[in-house]
């Protein structure tokens, strides 16, 4: 390819009509004027960036870092109390007090923090003992006990065991009169639980214990206003009744 050749080349790439232009001028390879560029937005680095742009925005994201910080607060309660750092008497009222600010938070929410899990991923929230306390509902102390043992006072042994079983017939007794929501069935569980987790004796793999803590999970998952459906009710009273049978068994074997 001659130079005059390759000079015309050029200015058809860049555009250009005279080819003596190529080599001697800001438009050669590209390089076309930038006399109609825009120019770049003045940027003030002193400005504040706002994360909302009204007040229902600024309530919402309030709320959201509430249930961070309720959560980051729970997880270091837990490994304090698994640590001995706290008596049972200093973590349980602690516990319950998170647990029901976090249904507050989660309920102001609504649908915008609609799962536990999917929140603690999208902010990278490593807190697993949290969320396991979430999902439970309740202390530790309530669903495995407080450890304290009460074995060398028959009194107070006979009063658990005289409350397990009243805690058995009164949520029966709630099913069968046609109370289902959540906000109904959850807190007597909850004592149920307690209530076998206070009668030391019991065996640790007690049925009945294992099948209350799955059904605190699964009411704790729903919300308060929720109730549960035929099926889920004629299950729950039969499981009750079986462990209570179960119970009242391993009592007339004492």
């Known amino acids: 390819m001659s130079f005059n050749q390759t000079q ?82 200093e973590y349980t009222p602690a516990c319950r007090q998170l647990i029901a600010q976090f249904r507050t938070a989660s309920s102001l929410l609504g649908e915008v923090v609609p799962d536990l899990e999917k929140f603690m991923k999208e902010y990278n929230l490593n807190c697993p003992a949290a969320a396991k306390r979430i999902k439970i509902g309740v202390p530790a102390t309530v669903e495995f006990g407080d450890g304290v043992s009460n074995e060398a006072n028959g009194h107070r042994t006979a009063k658990y065991v005289a409350e397990t079983v009243q805690s058995y017939i009164t949520v029966v007794d709630v099913l069968k009169l046609g109370m289902t929501a959540v906000d109904q069935i959850h807190p007597l569980l909850a004592e149920l639980m307690q209530s076998l987790n206070n009668v030391r004796s019991l065996p640790a793999d007690f049925e009945g214990r294992a099948k209350v803590r799955e059904w605190l999970i699964k009411l704790n998952s729903m919300k308060a206003s929720e109730e549960l459906d035929a099926e889920e009710k004629r299950q729950l009273e039969f499981d009750l009744e079986s462990n209570y049978t179960a119970f009242r068994g391993w009592l007339d074997n004492q």
């Open 8 to 89: 015309k080349y050029l200015a058809t790439v860049n555009g250009t009509s005279s080819p003596g232009s190529s080599f001697s001028g800001p438009s050669s390879f590209g390089g076309a004027s930038n006399n109609n560029a825009r120019p770049l937005p003045g940027i003030n680095l002193d400005e504040e960036i706002r994360l909302t742009t009204n007040n229902r925005e600024r309530a919402q994201m309030d709320n959201m870092a509430d249930l961070y910080s309720i959560i980051v607060v729970l997880e270091h309660l837990e490994l304090a109390y698994i640590r001995s750092s706290i008596t049972h008497t």
